[in-house]
Structure formats: structure tokens, C-alpha cells
């Protein structure tokens, strides 16, 4: 299993700022997973954050928006550029071990 | 794409029955399949691993099945307890360049009462 932090826990933003995201894992992992999830929504897939490699991002995501940062195999940031109404939203960070993903409490962010 | 459905939004039960969810898919055919736990303010927490040559799998209350053939999974919580209401969510695994990721459906709200 992995135990998963997230900083800052909630936050909220005036818009056209931005806003970095952090995600700190208790041990090395290769893959990490960046997700939203929307009120009322389920998890929405952002990108997949190997370490060494850009991120890959899906269709409706891209890294102008969201660029991702992996440094190393315990940490990966996540920022959410230029920030619209549109964009609050609760922002998961997750890691996969041997096929089972764990995931972080969440970023709760709000645009104003 | 790839579409999952879990035909319920809520599931309201009575204590000591078993509740029974679905997850339905489209358009894929997914090497496995997981079902997560999600309760207010907090993240998804794994519950249960169903692969593709595999009907059944059990974790104490716990069931799921996995039908290739129907796109569908079943998820049953036996004897269930109000603290096992949550939101419960489907996930199926996609492979791409990254690697393997998770589209989750919207997941279904089960309410358990005493």
C-alpha cells in the first residue's frame, strides 16, 4: 500500500491565478496519476506523471494548463494555470502498486 | 471511447441485507476491473481487484463478479452496516503510452439503515 499527502488541502483562488498543487508519497513509486473530480462527478483522468518522462495527458487536457512536474519517484506537483470558475474542482494525485491505485484526501479548490 | 455506467445513482437498503451494484461498460474490453470506496471529503480507497478470466472474487462482505461476455460487473455487500455507506465507484483498467490508468464511472450511493 502507499500513504499519500496532498498540500494544500483546500484552497481558494481569485481567477487568472494559478495554483500549485503538491503530491508527497511515503515510498517510490513509478507511476503517478493527476485527477479532477467535479462535484456531483466521478474522477476524471488529468494525466499520468512518470518519473524522468513528460507527463501524458488526456483528451481536454493539456500541459499549458496543467503542466506537471515529477522530480523524483515520491513527489509530483500539479499546476492549474490561469484559473477560470470552470476549473474548481477537487484535485486528486494517486499512485498504482502492482495494480491497485491509492489516492491522496484531495486539493478542494474553489475560483472566485 | 470508453463508457461506464453504474445504472444507479442511489441505493438506499435496510441493515443485514445485501446490497447489490452495477457497473456496466462499453467499448472496451478491460484486462481487469476494481471497485473503490469513497466517502465525503476524502479519496477513493480500493476495495476489491476482478480480472478478466476471472468470474468471482470475495473479500469478507465483499463479492464482485465480472461477465466479459455481458460488459457488466456485479458488486454485493453482504449483511451490510450502515458504516458501509460510501459511495462506491468502478473503475476499469486502460492501457496507453503512460502506462495503465483507470476511468472511473460516477459511482453509486448506498445508504444503509438501522
Known amino acids: 500500500s502507499a500513504v499519500i499527502s496532498q498540500k494544500p488541502s483546500r484552497d481558494i483562488c481569485q481567477r487568472g491565478t494559478s495554483l500549485t498543487i503538491q503530491c508527497q508519497v511515503d515510498s517510490q513509486v513509478t507511476m503517478m496519476f493527476w485527477y479532477r473530480q467535479q462535484p456531483g462527478q466521478s474522477l476524471t483522468l488529468i494525466a499520468t506523471?512518470?518519473?524522468?518522462?513528460?507527463?501524458?495527458?488526456e483528451s481536454g487536457f493539456v500541459i499549458d494548463k496543467f503542466p506537471i512536474s515529477r522530480p523524483n519517484l515520491t513527489f509530483s506537483t500539479l499546476t492549474v494555470s490561469n484559473m477560470s470558475p470552470e476549473d474548481s474542482s477537487i484535485y486528486l494525485c494517486s499512485v498504482s502498486i502492482t495494480d491497485e491505485q491509492y489516492f491522496g484526501p484531495g486539493t478542494r479548490l474553489t475560483v472566485t | 471511447s470508453q463508457k461506464i455506467e453504474q445504472n444507479s445513482e442511489a441505493l438506499n437498503i435496510q441493515e443485514g441485507k445485501t446490497a447489490t451494484l452495477t457497473c456496466n461498460y462499453t467499448?472496451?474490453?478491460?484486462?481487469?476491473l476494481q471497485w473503490y470506496r469513497q466517502d465525503p471529503g476524502r479519496g477513493p480507497v480500493f476495495l476489491l481487484l476482478?480480472?478478466?478470466?476471472?468470474k468471482e472474487k470475495r473479500k469478507e462482505r465483499l463479492k464482485v463478479t465480472f461477465d466479459t461476455t455481458l460488459k457488466q460487473s456485479l458488486f454485493h455487500i453482504t449483511a451490510s452496516q450502515p458504516a458501509d455507506s460510501a459511495t462506491y465507484l468502478c473503475a476499469l483498467a486502460r492501457f496507453n503510452q503512460a502506462g495503465t490508468a483507470l476511468i472511473f464511472g460516477k459511482g453509486t450511493t448506498l445508504s444503509v439503515s438501522s
Open positions: 467499448n472496451y474490453s478491460p484486462a481487469y
Open positions: 506523471a512518470n518519473q524522468g518522462s513528460e507527463a501524458t495527458y
Open positions: 476482478i480480472r478478466e478470466n476471472e
